[in-house]
């Protein structure tokens, strides 16, 4: 993909971009959702779908960061799709920076799916109305903003207005399915499907259900995930950040205490994930790294259990995130790339096109 300049980015107040942008766009929406059948903007852009597709419908509630890649993942699929908000220019902003960002990927080669851009912005409508925006369809996708109350409050007006075969599911990345969905009638429909950003390119998506959640919801939403091309995982249980969160704080809590006591700089600690772990991890994950540096599992464990006790035995307490480390990183991080939108979105461009290209050339192996 070209190198593009670097320009406002990602939950920032930016202007809408091109493919490496895709996922840098602002929370268009308050967050406030209208009650039940929602505000007077009604349903516009009205589309019709492929042949054949007319029971493949899904609704996207809100029209921010995720709920715009969400929306084009699964137009990408060949879902119609009805995008929600509560302000008519919201949404409109919000579906002419999809069809820039269609255009320049599908310009760029990058398109997902057997439709063109046009066919697949075709898919893609906009609504005001709760209700009429999920009327329809089969699978409902919640994208507000990560607060509780707010999520709750959505969930219980579509609680009262959907149907006992439509699937509930949240974009939260941290909040429990208990916290969101205990209490609703429809809650053996409800669960967690949680995206990674930019979730075009990068398609895990985590699957955790509430302890009510019905078997059959669960592989439903796994069986859509896979169709539109996300890579699904299962959580038999909910637990508190998920995986890919737990994962992720157990290498930033390790990383800063190696910081903070000195043993490594701020730059260094980076490359060694950059151009060491990561490199591995991009393709394979820790367990199979295991299996694949020794003879198996087994062997490895043989061969290291006890060299990683003892080294798991040092590792010290959960760190503050504050002081004298957060201001050594963060001058160290800052001399690197200046806290400045200029410099920050320039880099954040670079970082959302080295994905785009691993994301082709991880297809590329899997299918050599």
Known sequence: MAARRGRPERRGQREPMGAAATWRLPWVGSGRLKGGGGGGGGCCCSVVSPAGMESSQVAVIGSGLIGRSWAMVFAAGGFKVKLYDIAQQQLTGALENIRKQMKELEESGFLKGSLNAEKQLALISICTDLKAAVEGATFIQECTPENLELKKKIFAQLDLIVGD??????????????????????VKQCIV?????????????????????????????????????????????????FVLNRLQYAVISEAWRLVGEGVISPTDLDLVM????????AFIGPLETMHLNAEGI??????????MKLVLNTFGSVPEFSGETEQKISQAMSEKIPVVPKHLNARR????????????????????
């Open 274 to 281: 950059s151009d060491g772990l990561g490199m591995r991890y």
């Open 298 to 307: 087994s062997n490895y464990c043989e061969r290291y259990r006890e060299g």
């Open 193 to 241: 499907s949680h995206p990674v950003n930019p979730p075009y390119f990068v398609p895990l998506v985590e699957i955790v259900p509430h302890p009510e959640t019905d078997p059959s919801t669960i592989e439903r939403t796994y069986a859509l995930m896979k169709k539109i091309g996300q890579s699904p995982v299962k959580l038999n249980r909910e637990i508190e950040g």
């Open 349 to 368: 461009e670079w970082r959302d096109e080295c994905l785009t290209g691993l994301a082709k050339l991880k297809k590329q192996m899997s299918s050599n």
């Open 165 to 186: 075969n439509v699937i509930l599911s949240s974009s939260t990345s941290c909040l429990l399915p208990s916290k969101l969905f205990t209490g609703l009638k429809h």
